[in-house]
């Protein structure tokens, strides 16, 4: 499992910190890098929208460690073992 990201993590160079969902920051937006789970899961995500290269935000974190996440106008609950499995990193904004 990955770290969340923070300021002081944050390169110098510019290019965002990779880090799972369940570890990010609230209202800080992110682009999917990947989805580390079975075929099936993977699937099911993807026709919610979370596929690589979506554009997603952490709205909320629950009391069991889970994350709403917005993702294409909606928002979608999200497990903590699911969130753990999406990797995602900060969008950088021009």
Do not use: F, W, Y
Request: a positive charge; one cysteine or more; aromatic letters at 0%.
């Amino acid at each position: 499992m990955t770290s969340p990201v923070t300021s002081k993590d944050a390169p110098v160079s510019g290019v965002p910190v990779t880090c799972d969902v369940a570890g990010a920051r609230c209202g800080v937006p992110l682009v999917l890098n990947e989805v580390r789970t079975d075929e099936s899961v993977r699937r099911r995500l993807a026709q919610l929208g979370l596929r690589p290269g979506a554009d997603i935000q952490v709205v909320r974190a629950t009391a069991g460690g889970g994350r709403i996440v917005a993702v294409a106008g909606s928002r979608i609950a999200l497990d903590r073992a699911t969130a753990t499995c999406l990797l995602a990193q900060e969008r950088i904004t021009s």
